[in-house]
């Protein structure tokens, strides 16, 4: 199974101020069909996830764009350029190009 | 505006089974694939099962595999999780989540919990 390896696992943050979550993969996420299965999803406090981007770096509709998702390969990033107080919760990244799927163990993002 | 709900959540003894169903709408089911992903208290997400669109195709998490069945009614609009000889680690909330392809999961419902203890 592919193991997805975030960093760091707790991510204390100063509204205003920029974060980064890292997501490592054990195996390369590039398809056969040439596209990147890398997902990022939000958890809030109480609430399901929701997806922010899907293949590194595309956006879901709604998502801020202070939000921005890239890598390739086996290393890839989230970033928030600005956090602002509805950014806590839970992160997550998910790789779908092989099976099983699996997910990162999530980066707990609180405000300092 | 896509919406799933969830139900069937229950607390059930060890060895015990239990069906769970995700009941969609705002969309066309039938042109989706559909996931079950749970969320033990306090952890982190874990895939469980993914169905293609049509029902044909199945993939299962290993801790899973022979246990649980995922099935679907696209007359009905809806998904089924089967879950039978349920252990203590099966503890957790389960979403129903919908993707477009079979390895993609983009929205989710909002979970049901499912207890297994004695």
């Known amino acids: 199974d592919i193991v997805m390896t975030q960093s760091p696992l707790s991510l204390p943050v100063t509204l205003g101020q920029p974060a980064s979550i890292s997501c490592t993969s054990s195996?390369?996420?590039?398809?056969?069909?040439?596209?990147?299965?890398l997902n990022w999803f939000q958890q809030r406090p109480g609430q399901s996830p929701r997806r922010l981007f899907y293949?590194?770096?595309n956006r879901d509709s709604g998502v801020p764009d202070r939000f921005s998702g890239s890598g390739s390969g086996t290393d890839f990033t989230l970033t928030i350029s600005r956090v602002e107080a509805e950014d806590v919760g839970v992160y997550y990244c998910m790789q779908g190009t092989h099976w099983p799927l699996t997910f990162g163990q999530g980066t707990r993002l609180e405000i300092k | 505006e896509v919406h799933l709900l969830e139900s069937g959540g229950h607390l059930v003894q060890p060895g015990g089974c239990l069906r769970l169903?995700?009941?969609?709408?705002?969309?066309?089911?039938?042109?989706?694939?559909m996931s079950w992903v749970r969320q033990a208290p306090g952890k982190g997400l874990e895939w469980v099962s993914s169905?293609?669109?049509?029902?044909?195709?199945?993939y299962y998490a290993d801790s899973v595999k022979g246990r649980f069945t995922t099935s679907r009614d696209n007359s009905k609009n809806t998904l089924v999780l089967q879950m039978n000889s349920l252990g203590l680690e099966d503890t957790a909330v389960y979403y129903c989540?919908?993707?477009?392809?079979?390895?993609?999961?983009?929205?989710w419902g909002q979970g049901t919990l499912v207890t297994v203890s004695s």
């Open positions: 293949k590194v770096s």
């Open positions: 989540a919908k993707g477009g392809q079979l390895r993609d999961i983009d929205c």
């Open positions: 169903s995700c009941a969609a709408s705002g969309i066309t089911f039938s042109n989706y694939a």
């Open positions: 195996q390369s996420l590039v398809h056969t069909d040439g596209d990147t299965y």
């Open positions: 169905i293609s669109d049509s029902g044909g195709i199945t």
